[in-house]
């Protein structure tokens, strides 16, 4: 089949190449010229395990090409894929401001029927809004065009999208319309060959169910977070309550850890945007408000400890920080807990040497902008986890990577002036650690 998708990002590329994968030709069309400049010079653009083999194979094979291109994008694909971002406007609201662009340059542009895609994480009613937009398109050209609009939300993951996709638990597609779902049956049919987990339904509860399945796994978290902190007021222990709970089926092990707060691109803004279509339905969420409050304040808690410890007034203290994506696996520094720890550390005078395996670069551009040219000059990038530690007070872990499972103890009591760790994943044995003599300070745990 011949395939746009439109934005080249997290899940516009990841959609792209494993839909070339399946020998579908697909074209991935972007407004940022330098991303497509990298893809086309054989480069990646986003670190995500599996993705840079899968676009240079699909490229060299002539299945996947990158453009700017919009007309020759629009040309191409009978099935059109916007995957464009979704940012939060101010009141909280999805922004549909890309969307809405990428509709009306396919409206301006087609010249044959289009099966368009939203793909992208979209209000309730988003669907009617780009069958609108492509439609006044239409007229003002004078034509009439025959057209279809589905829904497709994406449900990949952060650091296993091509696993995600290659193997999903579930396709939810929207339609209204027999064209539209035959194709897109035919489209993923290569991707649930084992077990049909295509879910076909209308067009408002696809779009709905997204919000829903990031709002549920969001609750989890903030749930979880904030017994952690009464698990410490009552001296229980949140790990152990976490696998007692976990046990029953009706809850589950999964999505269940306490942590220093979730961020990323989605979480955060689908919260915010699932509370603001309540409000705007007349129906404000109360769940939604908390679940944000709960994690803004939970972004904190590593820094409330460190404050516990040593006081508001932290100049002439050096924090070694470990992990700075939102997650592992990704060098996605959108609304990670990374940024609000370093600034309220810098902010109390501290400096900060800090590692990521892979996000260091990002980082450092986010953070420029957080914390501007004077402030940033306290934060040093580290080539190594071991390298961040030398000259360090104590460590700070916020992004739990596999690298930091198993540290060697020793080296981290021997380096460390204060022989202190505060870990925001409960990465470790609280007994192990101390065992080495190093004071450790997790989450909800004695
Ligand atoms: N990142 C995730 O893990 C994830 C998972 C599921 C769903 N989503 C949703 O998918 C959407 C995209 O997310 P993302 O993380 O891939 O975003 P992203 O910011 O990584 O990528 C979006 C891309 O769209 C491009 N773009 C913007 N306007 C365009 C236009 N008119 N034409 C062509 N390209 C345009 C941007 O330049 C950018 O490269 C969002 O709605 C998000 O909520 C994201």
């Given at each position: 089949m011949k395939v746009t998708v439109i934005g080249t990002g997290y899940v516009g590329l990841v959609t792209g190449a494993c839909l070339s994968e399946m020998g579908n030709h697909v074209v991935c069309l972007d407004v940022d010229a330098r991303k497509i400049e990298i893809l086309n010079t054989g480069g990646i653009p986003i670190h995500e395990p599996g993705l840079q083999e899968l676009v240079q194979r699909n490229a060299s094979a002539g299945r996947l090409e990158f453009t700017t291109d919009i007309a020759r994008a629009v040309a191409h694909g009978t099935l059109q894929f916007i995957a464009v971002g979704t940012p939060p406007d101010?009141?909280?609201?999805?922004?549909l401001q890309y969307v809405t662009a990428a509709a009306r340059n396919i409206g301006r542009l087609m010249t044959d029927h289009k099966v368009i895609?939203?793909?992208?994480?979209?209000?309730?009613g988003t669907a009617d809004r780009v069958r609108a937009a492509v439609a006044e398109e239409l007229a003002k050209r004078g034509v009439e065009l025959a057209f279809s609009v589905a829904s497709n939300p994406e449900f990949l993951k952060e650091g296993a999208a091509v696993e995600d996709f290659l193997k999903p638990d579930r396709i939810i597609i929207g339609t209204e319309d027999e064209r539209a779902t035959l194709l897109l049956r035919a489209l993923y049919s290569p991707f649930v060959r084992n077990h049909d987990r295509l879910l076909v339904m209308d067009i408002r509860s696809a779009e709905f169910s997204k919000y829903a399945a990031n709002a549920m796994l969001a609750t989890r978290i903030s749930f979880m977070n904030e017994l952690s902190r009464l698990a410490e007021a009552v001296g229980a222990d949140i790990e152990q309550v976490r696998v007692g709970i976990g046990s029953d089926p009706r809850i589950g092990?999964?999505?269940l850890y306490p942590g220093a707060g979730y961020g990323g691109s989605c979480f955060p803004k689908d919260v915010k945007a699932l509370a603001r279509s309540s409000a705007e339905a007349g129906l404000p969420s109360k769940m939604m408000a908390a679940v944000e409050a709960v994690n803004e304040e939970q972004k904190l808690v590593l820094v409330k400890k460190i404050v516990a410890q040593y006081g508001e007034d932290l100049h002439g203290k050096t924090f070694a920080v470990w992990g700075l994506a939102f997650k592992p696996n990704t060098d996605d520094m959108r609304e990670a807990p990374s940024r609000v720890v370093i600034a309220e550390l810098v902010r109390r005078g501290a400096r900060v040497q800090a590692y990521d395996p892979v996000a260091a670069a990002e980082a450092k551009r986010v953070l420029a902008l957080d914390l501007g040219p004077d402030a940033l000059s306290a934060v040093h990038f580290a080539p190594s986890a071991p390298a961040a530690?030398?000259?360090?007070d104590a460590l700070v872990i916020v992004t739990e990577w596999?690298?930091?499972?198993?540290?060697?103890f020793d080296v981290l009591a021997a380096t460390l002036a204060d022989k202190r760790v505060f870990d925001?994943?409960?990465?470790?044995d609280p007994a192990l650690v101390r065992g080495f003599g190093l004071a450790y300070h997790s989450i909800g745990r004695r």
């Open positions: 101010e009141d909280g609201s999805a922004d895609v939203d793909k992208s994480t979209v209000p309730v092990t999964h999505f530690l030398a000259g360090a596999k690298e930091f499972r198993t540290p060697d925001g994943r409960n990465l470790y």
